[in-house]
């Protein structure tokens, strides 16, 4: 039987008393039984069908209310969300959307946008933050309409995430998952 990696060897070769607390052992059998566990059979079938149902799974939705002379105007969250996304994506260079999260007010007012960002090692994180506020700006005017004169304008908070050095993508952003790096 192979030794652990939380086994140390006594210097006469043998295995010697496990040092790693009860948890770890656990984690080790645990792991062991899944190796040891044949593949289910027709992986591939289940896992095409399992992609099918989530995709045909309605995703909740929220109406935004427009602002303006457009207030009467209704759009989806989901649209909202999509046109953020692709704007800053196709004009942001060096960052890439991770996730856009939508505060909507139960009267349909939208209240605040925040914007995760996948940021390429080296890039300059405040001014892709800038640049992705304005972007979204561009978006919300576009889609939403100005805002009255005096009216309080959306907060846009741009989350800069995976900067540090094991999670940062060292490839194009909009390619590269960083956590398969």
């Known amino acids: 039987m192979n030794a652990s990696p939380h086994q140390?060897?006594?210097?006469?070769?043998?295995?010697a008393e496990e040092v790693a607390p009860?948890?770890?052992r656990a984690?080790?059998?645990?792991?062991?039984?899944?190796?040891?566990?044949?593949?289910?059979?027709?992986?591939?079938?289940i896992a095409d069908r399992v992609l099918q149902l989530s995709l045909r799974t309605p995703r909740p939705a929220t109406l935004v209310r427009g602002r303006g002379a457009t207030s009467?105007?209704?759009v989806s969250s989901l649209v909202l969300v999509e046109r953020i996304r692709e704007h800053v994506d196709r004009s942001l260079?060096?960052?890439?959307?991770?996730?856009?999260?939508l505060d909507v007010e139960r009267d349909g007012r939208l209240e605040a946008v925040t914007i995760e960002l996948l940021v390429r090692y080296g890039s300059d994180i405040l001014q892709l933050g800038d640049r992705t506020r304005r972007l979204?700006?561009?978006?919300?005017?576009?889609?939403?309409?100005?805002?009255?004169?005096?009216?309080?304008?959306?907060?846009?908070t741009t989350t800069?995430?995976?900067?540090?050095?094991?999670?940062?993508?060292?490839?194009?952003p909009?390619?590269?998952?960083?956590s398969d790096e």
Request: glycine fraction near 10%.
């Open 8 to 15: 140390d060897r006594s210097p006469d070769g043998s295995a």
């Open 22 to 24: 009860l948890g770890a």
């Open 27 to 45: 984690l080790d059998d645990a792991t062991r039984q899944l190796r040891e566990q044949p593949p289910p059979p027709r992986a591939v079938e």
């Open 72 to 74: 009467f105007l209704r």
């Open 93 to 101: 260079d060096g960052g890439a959307v991770g996730r856009v999260l």
């Open 136 to 156: 979204a700006a561009e978006v919300l005017e576009d889609t939403l309409g100005a805002p009255d004169a005096g009216a309080e304008p959306v907060r846009m």
């Open 160 to 172: 800069v995430s995976h900067v540090h050095v094991s999670d940062v993508t060292v490839g194009d």
């Open 174 to 178: 909009h390619l590269v998952d960083p």
